[in-house]
């Protein structure tokens, strides 16, 4: 501040951001119903709230899309999803999440031991207005988004925009088998990979908003 420079974010505004246990309060309504844990709990207590299969992450990030440490079936799964979640250097420090499995509208490709990719995209918000959207799997055969199905996923992203009121915010969306498009994550627009957009698009209409501001 004694330089004249100001935070994108504050502290609390960057946690509200990456953390699920922070954002989800938000837009409960428009995410796969979840719990956190600061331990790994017994499956039986999991298995009072949802039913198997489930998905389980980080409260920030999964590790790398590992489906062994995401996926679970059964209790087999959830023994040896957990026993990384203790070891892997990304997972170890975060708090443990547990996520309804929603099925999602799959696409083809994708790399072998990786969670299944679907109909996913990452969208970049500046002060509120979208500056740069992309599909999040880059590693599948190549997909697109329709003009319809495009508006009806930014509709529901923006909800995450205006409750979660962040000056640099991500948003990635699904569409689920039914055809309904949910979030699956909002983050830090600071810390977050471009996916499939443009980095230089992004960062112009950033440009842009701001000389017009």
């Not at 246990?21 to 009072?48: A, C, G």
Request: aromatic residues 12%; proline residues 6%; charged residues 25%.
């Amino acid at each position: 501040a004694r330089l004249g420079i100001d935070l994108v974010h504050s502290p609390a505004d960057h946690m509200r951001c990456p953390s699920l246990p922070e954002w989800y309060p938000y837009i409960s309504d428009y995410t796969p119903r979840s719990r956190w844990d600061s331990e790994i709990p017994d499956l039986s207590k999991i298995e009072d709230e949802f039913e198997l299969p489930i998905f389980i992450k980080g409260s920030r990030q999964t590790s790398k899309h590992k489906a062994t440490a995401s996926i679970v079936r059964n209790e087999m799964e959830y023994e040896a999803a957990t026993e990384i979640f203790r070891s892997d250097p990304i997972l170890r420090w975060q708090e443990f999440v547990c996520r309804e499995l929603v099925p999602l509208r799959p696409i083809s490709g994708g790399t072998e031991g990786k969670i299944p990719p679907s109909f996913e995209f990452r969208t970049f918000w500046w002060r509120g207005q979208l500056v740069g959207a992309g599909r999040y799997w880059y590693e599948t055969n190549d997909y697109t988004w329709s003009q319809q199905e495009r508006e009806a996923a930014l509709e529901v992203a923006r909800r995450a925009v205006n409750a979660l009121r962040c000056a640099f915010l991500v948003v990635d969306l699904v569409q689920t088998t039914t055809g309904r498009w949910i979030i699956i994550e909002c983050n830090d627009g600071m810390e977050s990979g471009y996916a499939g957009a443009s980095p230089f698009a992004i960062w112009q209409a950033i440009t842009d908003c701001e000389t017009k501001s």
